[in-house]
């Protein structure tokens, strides 16, 4: 039987405190959220500031980022190139720039997701977390 790598909560915590700090460092107010590979939510954290709406659609992006094993930007780009049939894909409904999948020797082993800024910089974000795990 083979194995793989996953995220433990200690590397959640050091991609929430790094995503965190790059937030503040810019004074970006949003919802930081972590799943595993599987879509399944370890964690949330709406800075102060951050609008409602986007405790939800962090999680989303994630979720997608995370399925998906690319960054939810590459479903952003297929749909406004056209391919609107992507939107009805089962289960993505974060398809939006700023969910970010974590890969460890080669292993998706879940993803970030950012909402409340513009997304490119939610996307910055996102990868400044993962940054901190040092892959």
Not at 18 to 37: F, L, Q
Not at 100 to 129: F, L, N, R, W, Y
Request: glycine share 10%.
């Amino acid at each position: 039987m083979q194995s793989k790598p996953f995220l433990t909560l200690d590397d959640t915590k050091k991609i929430a405190a790094a995503a965190e700090a790059e937030a503040k460092a810019n004074n970006w107010p949003v919802t930081i959220s972590i799943v595993d590979e599987g879509g399944h939510l370890l964690w949330l954290q709406r800075l102060d500031g951050a609008a409602p709406i986007s405790a939800h659609i962090a999680p989303a992006k994630a979720r997608t980022a995370a399925l998906g094993r690319r960054e939810s930007k590459v479903y952003e780009d297929m749909i406004n190139n056209g391919r609107y049939s992507f939107m009805t894909a089962p289960v993505l409904e974060g398809m939006l720039e700023g969910g970010v999948p974590v890969m460890v020797e080669g292993h998706c082993v879940g993803a970030v997701g950012i909402s409340g800024v513009k997304s490119t910089e939610d996307a910055q974000i996102a990868k400044a977390g993962i940054a901190a795990l040092g892959n």
